[in-house]
């Protein structure tokens, strides 16, 4: 319906074969891992990169069921899926988990 009313839509994600599947009218596929489709929680410089590079794909998708894919990695790694949600080290786990929260508690703070 909002195609229809010249409204154009646009979906990022990271899951191809099943949004390819769907037959969506414009499509940014990054191949980061399923839910994270413009980058880690942590790095909204990389979201804001993903999002400006969609947005700007976006207007060059003339054709219905266009599929751009835009070359981003995950953490700075191509092996993501190597590692990804890894338990190996649970002791590292712990440790960059305590680390991201402090990191997220820090911006809460008023400057």
Request: aromatic content about 4%; glycine content about 6%.
């Amino acid at each position: 319906m909002l195609e229809a009313a010249g409204i154009p839509t646009l979906i990022i994600g990271s899951a191809r074969d099943i949004i390819e599947e769907l037959g969506v009218p414009r499509f940014v596929f990054t191949d980061l891992p399923l839910g994270n489709p413009v980058g880690p929680a942590d790095d909204p410089r990389q979201q804001r990169r993903i999002l400006r590079a969609a947005l700007e794909a976006a207007v060059a998708m003339t054709m219905p069921r266009t599929t751009v894919e835009l070359p981003v990695v995950w953490h700075g790694s191509a092996d993501w899926r190597d590692t990804f949600m890894s338990t190996s080290d649970a002791d590292a786990l712990r440790r960059e988990g305590q680390q991201r929260r402090a990191r997220q508690a820090a911006r809460r703070q008023p400057s």
